[in-house]
């Protein structure tokens, strides 16, 4: 056991969850960071490559050179199935590196995590979208039924991996596991969910001061009407790098939610409190 070991397998208050999130991100960012990169690497140069295909096939459509709702409808939907195989396997990468930091008390296993990500990898992308289905069906009937099915979806991919569970049972357990709990539960998502995004929007700022400015010039030389003057290859550019930084930002999300997985499995079944118990005497 390392001395800084993080117990993901106990009641967490909201304060504890965020801390401790950046915590383990802050001790364990060099060995994580080379598997990710070994495991998501590929996956995230499609998703690059989905970010600039899209942003330059609706640059035109921005300001009305496009080809109407067909020529954003493709590109959008390729951005979205490349996104959702982003976050299949980032999501799941970060799982199964806190799944083997936990059976080895602080020590991560590099070749548990590929290993088990080659075993869950086609689970969790159609878990995702199975997951992204019901939530969208949730808000076609008004935003309140989209938000609630939200909190649970949000804790599938972390019964999958840590429970072992099948699609199925990770999505009917994940109602279970939120019961009596949902607001907390809520809270605790908006809260690193915001905070994520907050992170995200420092690395905005170049492309909303880039934007401010070329509508400044565009204002100051009567050229408003002109879109392109505002939404150039420059801005195009600017906007795929930061959405890139977005997305590997991203990569905070899962550890905030294991966390808030592990609070919500220990109120409900203890096993971390159990697992204790079992380990006393054993050292």
Partial sequence: MT???????????????????????RENYKLASKILLKVVGPVFLVLVAAIAYYSF??????????????????????????????????????YHIIKS?????????????????????????????????????????FLIPGIYLAVPMSMVNAILVFERKGIGESISHSFQLIKQNWWMTFASILCVALIVYLIGLVFQLPAIIYMIFKTIISATEHSASDGSNMFGTGFVVLNVITSIIQYIIYSITPVGFALIYFDLNEKQNFTGTYEAIENLGKN
């Fill in 57 to 94: 096939a609706t640059m035109g459509s921005i300001y009305g050179e496009g080809n109407g709702f067909s020529g954003i409808l493709i590109p959008m939907l390729v951005l979205y199935l490349a996104y959702m195989l982003y976050v299949s396997t980032v999501t799941g990468t970060v």
């Fill in 3 to 25: 001395q800084d070991y993080i117990k993901f397998k106990k009641h967490h208050e909201l304060g504890e969850i965020l801390s401790l999130t950046f915590k383990f991100i």
């Fill in 101 to 141: 930091y936990n059976r080895h008390k602080g020590e991560i296993v590099e070749t548990e995590v590929v290993e088990g990500m080659k075993t869950d990898f086609g689970k969790l992308l159609l878990l995702t979208f199975l997951s992204w289905i019901i939530m969208i069906a949730g808000f076609m009937f």
